[in-house]
């Protein structure tokens, strides 16, 4: 969907008191009852604590309930919680250096300076842009209007995927999925205007599905369409078949199954009908290779069917729709308002749309990301905070090598491959060695859709440009002000934007207890992701590789369908579970995370008591540090949004569910068998 919210490896919503108490745990770890408090910052919000909630009942609420009972979601947003809140600084600080900028009156031609002012200043003129209203897109549409035939049809959607047109077929560069150390080109599902295939064929998304006819009515009016209505039935019509061919979000988590090695001489095989020469001259790929990876070859097979089911004119509309709805938050305001109150209001239930600013610096991170992160970094990142990072990560990968080493279900052979696999990981902090190069593309004043369309091409010819070189092992799939990680696997690396790296993730005046729950387990986290039912799929080296005994796979198996049940049992709406299957991966790093960042904690004592700070030992500041970062609410339309299309539980779910399968936190808070967060040992579920 094009509208999407960030989601990576750790999507999701995220005091003080002069001393918190809460209610004596039945029993307390030694550390906590014989050390005395200190001067240092225990890093708790204490203001937030709920002492009417006992830990060892809600500990999510326990830690965050006064804030749960008091916050209030923005009107322009669909959620909020620890990582909006961070985002809005990261956010801010962005604005700041971007609208800084923009008041420049001589700036460098050609400079990332200049570019960054004039994309920002042509989405901010909103007169220009009112005069214009839909004219900047009429070459495209014309482009369309000529089709003049189905064979024609492939060569013209290679065009507009470059514009960043989501179409039913798309392409994309990146390793391959075998060879590591090589790029290939992989094609892909895709092409639809509601969230996921389900709002098409699930019931209980009639709902959304009529104000989705209606929305594609009102814009196709608003474009000039005679037919606009009859033209959204078709268009629906259309997208449901598509619909009804793809994959599910579950199946498309298999790396392997979603690894088809195809010559490019078979496609026509797989493809019938789809001139994938035109294809492939149209997008630059041309005879740059010999074969392509394909991740649901059914679905293109299917696809071609459809096709040719379809009329010439609904296929033209088709098109239209999915440039106006790609361009329409660029456009005048009658297609910004229609646009929002769709995708934003109705889907997600949110009632204002982002003032004009944010949206602005949205628009200028999407073209020159790097650009403004490098002025980011050289403002707001501290050498000393990447030192430290460094050392945490250190910690981290220790203990996680401690925890391969004794698991009681894993072999030797296997545990040997785990720890090489360990052993290679590469680790990112704050801000990439080389900056990307922006000279080649060119930003104009008062000409926000060209722009755009220049900074979407600029972006798929850098990728483009991959092909038959070497991996750049230096790249970085995130910007600076992201906050937000992530562990690629093919590159076998864990990625820390710096934005990330301040509290309630990692505060550099706090103790070290509730940094190893925040920003400790968001390492811990990434690092799981290798060895979740995905990421183990996949060697040191990147590549696709059963490294398992039979037997190691099979207990692996047995533990994660135990985690889907678990988590299958949780419901965040009425009538609305979570996905057990679809959050796996996530849940697997959320669980596994948690509990190596506890021990990495352990680890860093050194055999000495843990310091009690604000009435909490060290033990139980970890897992307050871990609920915080995860202190969130959203709105109801976006939870069944996100429960539908997220690999990540919901926030409450992954502040509390990871809690009951670690032995830490019932020894840390004295958790017993009449407490509702107890679980019996032999139900609690550890993985590595």
Known sequence: MRHSMIALALLAAFGSMTQASIAAPATKTPAAASTAATSQKS???????????????????????????????????????????LRDLSEKRSFEIIEGLAK??????????????????????????????????????????????????????????????????????????????????????????????DYYLDDKYKDSRDAYVSHITNMLTMRGDKKAAEHAQAIFALETEIARVQWDKVANRNPVKTYNKTEMSKLAEVMPGFDWKAFFTENGVGNKVDYVIIRQPDFLTKLSGVIAATPEETLKSYLEWRVLSAYAPLL??????EDFQFYGAKLRGVPENQPRWKRGVGR???????????????????????????????NLITAYKESIETLDW????????????????????????????????????????????RGREAGY??????????????????????????????????????????????????????NYGGIGAVIGHEISHGFDDSGSQSDGDGNLRDWWTAKDKENFGRLTSALVAQYEGYSPLPGYNVNGKLTLGENIADNSGLSIAYKAY???????????????SGEQ???????????????????????????????????????????????AFGVKESDKMFVAPEKRIKIW
């Not at 960043?164 to 075998?178: C, E, F, N, R, W």
């Not at 005048?332 to 308002?337: E, G, I, L």
């Not at 990439?432 to 004043?445: A, F, G, N, T």
């Open 621 to 667: 500041r970890v897992f307050i540090g871990w609920a915080q970062v995860w202190r969130g609410k959203a709105r109801d339309k976006e939870t069944i949004r996100l429960l539908a299309t997220d690999p990540h539980s919901p926030a409450a779910v992954r502040g509390n569910a990871p809690l009951t399968n670690i032995q830490g936190f019932y020894d």
């Open 364 to 394: 200028v991170e999407e073209s020159l990301s790097e650009a403004v992160g490098k002025l980011y970094v050289e403002k707001h990142f501290p050498p000393e905070y990447k030192a430290r990072m460094e050392k945490l990560v250190g």
């Open 461 to 514: 010819q850098r990728q483009l440009a991959k092909l038959g070189k070497p991996i750049d092992r230096k790249e970085w799939g995130m910007s600076p002000q992201t906050v937000n990680a992530y562990y690629n696997s093919r590159m076998n690396e864990i990625v820390f934007p710096a934005a990330i790296l301040q509290a309630p993730f990692f505060n550099p005046d706090a103790d070290d207890a509730v």
């Open 104 to 197: 420049e009156k001589h700036l460098k031609a050609g400079s990332n300076e200049q570019k960054i002012a004039d994309l920002y200043n042509s989405f901010m003129d909103e007169a220009t842009i009112e005069k214009k209203d839909i004219q900047p897109l009429l070459p495209v549409f014309k482009k369309i209007e000529a089709l003049k035939d189905k064979q024609h049809l492939a060569g013209l959607m290679a065009n507009l995927a470059k514009l960043g047109v989501g179409l039913p077929v798309q392409m994309g560069i990146g390793q391959d999925g075998k060879d590591s150390t090589k790029y290939a080109v992989y094609l892909s599902q895709g092409g639809l205007g509601l969230p996921d295939r």
């Open 43 to 85: 890093g708790v919000d204490l203001q937030w604590i709920d002492q009417s909630v006992r830990p060892q009942d809600d500990f999510y609420r326990f830690v965050s309930g006064k804030w749960l009972n008091s916050a209030e979601i923005p009107a322009d947003r669909s959620r909020f919680g620890s990582f909006d809140e």
């Open 332 to 337: 005048s305001k009658r297609f910004v308002d």
């Open 410 to 453: 894993m072999s030797p052979e296997t545990k040997k491959e785990a720890l090489t696999k360990l052993s290679k990981f590469t680790p990112k902090i704050g801000y990439p060695e080389v900056w990307r190069d922006y000279s080649k593309l060119e930003i104009k004043k008062g000409d926000l859709i060209g722009n755009v369309l």
């Open 602 to 616: 352990k680890l860093s004592l050194g055999g000495k008591p843990s310091t009690t700070i604000d009435g909490f």
